[in-house]
């Protein structure tokens, strides 16, 4: 963060500047160690740049970070440094990506490691590729780590994007349902109204009711727009608080056959996370520190805490599986059979690749069933009112005199 200042010098003058510091503490600790006398100090105020407002739009990509790893391991093992390798890198790739490389090679000539560089940047490098880095560095073997962790983000984009893509379709047809629904009870109905009550005559009850509901869209559109925009910001709001996430995330684990789809897609992940860390030599109490926080769901995340205190007390880490009930009674077997056998590593990521074959077939199984009934359940809705107003037409057509 940014500080500007006014401080006085030992000579009585008055200088203006602006300091670099973590916190207002530091930044007071860095300008007395100057010798400076404090007069005024305030926290610069600057509007926040596009990636910092939108970063899902301007921000750096899961993508971007995964084609660096794979052209930097590339330029590693060609025998290009690591620095080099790192300026050449610098000059591809999105804005927001390109402008933390040059963060990350100043730090690398002050003398710092590759690391420990990304490290400062977690939205960008979160710690399980930090730490992962750090063994590679340790070992001797970045080239082969970063080939890994590509791989490894790749198929962990790729699980999460079946979950997403398999509900976009059903969530698509279902706003545009309500969109339809709406629009025709908003606008087509009262138009058609002002016919009904010129004749004069008695409608339907059914038409009668339709033509109530169509006047009360009509009468209170714009407060219903603006009740839907307030709900969905009080629900972004609610659901970046910690017990708002927790909540959502416990609500979708219970969605029938949703729930299954999107716990299995996280078993696969959070297990592909632990085989790739325990081989690579990282202590299973903290792989699995490092793939809680991989997790996306909260509720998963605190079983693996749970799940980690249990390892922590001694347990092995298939018996501290068993003892929580999100996780199936199949996965802490098939870990037992690999801590038996001595190849925990390889068990792992065979877990990993049974979750990954049953999510794709729950994800399928969703797509199967919630398709066909929001089809048949939108055409029900529109063929009523279609139904109803032709009805009511016929009826005050068999009404008219015949001349």
């Keep these: 963060m940014e500080f500007r200042y006014i401080a006085s ?4 003058g008055l200088i203006k500047g602006v300091v670099e510091a973590d916190s207002e503490t530091v930044a007071e600790e860095v300008l007395w160690k100057s010798g400076l006398i404090i007069v005024d100090l305030k926290k610069s105020l600057k509007l926040p740049s596009l990636q910092e407002a939108l970063p899902s739009i301007f921000g750096v990509k899961r993508h971007d970070v995964i084609v660096f790893s794979r052209n930097l391991a590339s330029l590693l093992e060609a025998g290009i440094p690591i620095l080099r ?16 490389l040059l963060e990350v090679i100043k730090d690398l000539e002050r003398g ?11 939205r960008v490098f979160p710690n399980f590729y930090v730490f992962l880095l750090r063994t590679g560095e340790e070992v001797g073997n970045l080239s082969e780590v970063l080939k890994d962790i590509a791989s490894h983000m790749e198929k962990d984009e790729a699980t999460a994007k079946k979950i997403k893509g398999s509900l976009a379709y059903p969530v698509f047809v279902m706003l545009l349902a309500v969109g339809a629904i709406f629009i025709m009870l908003t606008f087509v109905i009262p138009a058609i109204t002002s016919m009904f009550k010129s004749f004069g005559s008695q409608l339907p ?11 009360f869209f009509h009468s209170y559109f714009w407060y219903m727009v603006l009740a839907v925009v307030l709900i969905v910001v009080l629900y972004m709001l609610y659901t970046r608080t910690l017990s708002g996430k927790k909540a959502r995330d416990r609500y979708i684990l219970k969605i029938p056959v949703i729930g299954g789809a999107v716990l299995k897609g996280n078993l696969a992940r959070f297990t592909r996370n632990m085989g790739m860390l325990v081989g690579a030599g ?4 903290d792989a699995l520190k490092l793939a809680s926080e991989t997790t996306d769901n909260l509720i998963l995340s605190e079983s693996v805490a749970n799940v980690r205190s249990g390892v922590g007390d001694g347990k092995l880490l298939s018996q501290a599986v068993a003892s929580d009930p999100i996780f199936p009674s199949l996965m802490s077997e098939m870990i037992g059979v ?16 049974f979750y990954e074959e049953e999510a794709e077939r729950a994800i399928a199984q969703v797509t199967g069933m919630l398709t066909p009934a929001l089809t048949i359940g939108v055409g029900a809705i ?6 109803t107003l032709f009805t009511s037409i016929y009826s005050l057509v068999g009404a008219l005199p015949q001349s």
């Design 9 to 12: 010098t030992t000579d009585g």
């Design 205 to 215: 009850p059914l038409t009668r009711g339709l033509i109530a509901v169509g006047d």
């Design 85 to 100: 390798a790192l300026t050449i890198q610098s000059r591809f790739g999105r804005a927001a990506f390109r402008s933390v």
């Design 282 to 285: 990282v202590s299973m109490f």
């Design 382 to 387: 529109v063929g009523l009112i279609a139904v």
């Design 112 to 122: 710092m490691r590759f690391s420990e560089a990304c490290a400062k940047y977690p």
């Design 338 to 353: 690999g801590e038996e056998s001595g190849s925990l590593e390889t068990h792992l990521l065979k877990v990993s690749a």
